[in-house]
């Protein structure tokens, strides 16, 4: 099994709203990410979860707060988001964190109104 | 500045024809990885190929390969007997992580067209 999955799919939130986004793998890696795509655009690095302890913060505003819970899962939780964070956010996996294959889940379609 | 360029934004291919996307990244670390991966549109984003920075050897994967010039810090991606569904934007990544500090830096992409 090679899958990340995320959800949901697409949400929609306003400013003023908290809500979750979920990332999940059972491919026993160790290492997970988080990133933000804008359209037309690289994938930008935002966390990087290593051994369920967070390795890499780059620098990403505290409106963004990410949880590993267990190995398999990690969340990545969102307050007082501004109409600039509207992207697809991807969560990937490797099997250790600085020499794997990154597996990427399909990404969450974000919009904040 | 630790970069990864790709330097064509969009490539044509006739299906059946073979074709090279060019990245170059800049690094002074002596151990890293790189690695082409594929999105198609509105797919998710997957593995093409890697290659490892202490291996000589340009990585194959079926009708991908790559051209490795580590001196040029060159890492060129040969996409032979192209298909319809080769179509996709490509990214170049290179990531490395020595004495605590890691990276994992994604070229601009380049789009590739597969023409029927």
């Known amino acids: 099994d090679t899958e990340v999955t995320q959800t949901p799919k697409h949400l929609v939130m306003g400013m003023t709203n908290k809500k979750s986004l979920k990332c999940e793998q059972h491919m026993g890696h160790r290492a997970m990410y988080w990133y933000k795509q804008k359209a037309k655009k690289p994938p930008e690095l935002m966390f990087v979860y290593s051994y369920e302890k967070l390795s890499i913060n780059e620098s990403v505003p505290s409106r963004f707060s990410p949880e590993c819970p267990n190995s398999s899962l990690l969340n990545l939780h969102l307050h007082a988001l501004q109409p600039e964070d509207s992207a697809l956010y991807l969560c990937a996996s490797s099997q250790d964190r600085n020499k794997g294959t990154q597996y990427f889940g399909p990404g969450t379609r974000l919009t904040v109104l | 500045a630790q970069t990864v360029t790709q330097s064509q934004p969009e490539m044509s291919v006739q299906e059946a024809e073979t074709v090279t996307l060019s990245c170059t990244y800049d690094?002074?670390?002596?151990?890293?990885?790189l690695f082409w991966y594929k999105q198609p549109p509105s797919r998710q984003m997957i593995l093409v190929i890697r290659q490892e920075a202490y291996k000589q050897q340009n990585a194959t994967e079926n009708r991908f390969s790559v051209n490795f010039q580590k001196a040029a810090k060159s890492f060129s991606l040969k996409i032979s007997d192209s298909q319809l569904g080769d179509a996709a934007m490509y990214f170049c990544?290179?990531?490395?992580?020595?004495?605590?500090?890691?990276?994992?830096?994604f070229g601009t992409g380049t789009r590739l067209k597969v023409l029927a």
């Open positions: 990544a290179c990531t490395w992580g020595t004495s605590g500090t890691y990276k994992y830096i």
């Open positions: 690094t002074s670390e002596s151990d890293y990885y």
